[in-house]
């Protein structure tokens, strides 16, 4: 995907895979710490508690950085330069763009993430026959037992999606507090659905949806997710916290229009 730009800060993909095991730990290392940093000052941004991913080793936030099936989207910051060590690349050798996403990332400071995960196969069929008449919602193809469940990437990269019914997920969207109100949040929402548009189309779906949950109570979420394009699905979707106990979510979801850009 070629990362759409802002004069504020362009949105840069993490490449797979990262060569480097000295780049790969940094991106991890900035990825944990500014999702850490997140759940801190914004936990109504989130469906998980900083109390429990803090407590994460490092294995755990490798893995997803690495996940085949998810993908990072980082909202950078242009005007730093935060590893002027790194060795310079002579003029006349053009870097490619996965060693330029990664070269960006490294140096410049990181304003804002979120994260695609998908695509996977959505029935519009309903499992329960007690509501065999109810098209089921977008989000029903990640809930399981009232949990998020996300899928094992061996078994979503072997299924065939051609000619099927596809959605993905937008999760953990957060832009640091000193970074908001400058249409940041807009840009990373724009490059996700860019994203989820050529993936779907590489994998030769016939439809692709896309499903996001906020709080109840995070209106800004809300109307920005409104504004592009996305409406409410369900106004309380009730799942089961980190500590077993029910909360609830507003579900909103969009199709993809498969034929142009966003």
Known sequence: MAAPHHP???VVPIPKPIPSSTDLEAIVERYRDLRLHGLKVDPEAFTSLYEDEVKFPYKTWQSRVENSIAKTLVAVDPETNQRAHIEEKPHAEKLSSHSASIQRLLRQEWL???????????????DDAMAASVKPQ????????????IPDPSTVEKED???????????????????????????????????????ARRKKVCKAGISIQVSPTNFAAQALYQTMGFHVSEKAIVMNSQQGEEEYVM??????????EF
């Open 8 to 10: 504020l800060g362009p």
């Open 112 to 126: 804002g993430i979120a994260t695609i995960i998908g695509p996977v196969r959505f029935s519009e069929q309903s």
């Open 138 to 149: 977008l989000h029903t193809a990640f809930i399981k037992d009232g949990k998020y469940q």
């Open 161 to 199: 999606l051609s000619d099927t019914h596809a959605v993905f997920l937008i999760v953990g969207l957060f832009i640091l507090p000193q970074a908001r109100r400058r249409g940041l949040a807009g840009r990373l929402v724009e490059a996700s659905i860019n994203y989820i548009r050529e993936e």
């Open 251 to 260: 579900g909103l979801e969009m199709e993809v229009n498969l034929g142009s």
